[in-house]
Nanobody, 115 residues
Framework: QVQLVESGGGLVQAGGSLRLSCTVS????????IHWYRQAPGKQREWVAA???????NYSTSVKGRFTIYRDNTKKTVYLQMNSLQSEATAVYYCNRASGNLWSWGQGTQVTVSS
């Protein structure tokens, strides 16, 4: 059973930054893509960013240019650096594989942006 552990969330003022971490217990970590998702209160979970096994990245239009996803295969960890945070970024952030091939969700990490 693969375990996903997200961390790094917290309370930050608008314009601030946070770095989220996602540690994956899978032995195949280095050959799989990892995605970040988020779920705001009262809304459906939405896709945020992804990084492929080779390091290629992709971002939703709402975060492109402000968020950066990267990975450290030696630590089996994917990071999400979030800059210039605005209130709409307030959500619980989760990591997982691509939709349609998901593992069980982790507990997520709460990000709250105060204006």
């Amino acid at each position: 059973q693969v375990q996903l552990v997200e961390s790094g969330g917290g309370l930050v003022q608008a314009g601030g930054s946070l770095r989220l971490s996602c540690t994956v217990s899978a032995t195949i970590f280095r050959i799989i893509g990892i995605h970040w998702y988020r779920q705001a209160p009262g809304k459906q979970r939405e896709w945020v960013a992804a990084i492929g096994a080779g390091g290629a990245t992709n971002y939703s239009t709402s975060v492109k240019g402000r968020f950066t996803i990267y990975r450290d295969n030696t630590k089996k960890t994917v990071y999400l650096q979030m800059n210039s945070l605005q209130s709409e970024a307030t959500a619980v952030y989760y990591c997982n594989r691509a939709s349609g091939n998901l593992w069980s969700w982790g507990q997520g990490t709460q990000v709250t942006v105060s204006s």
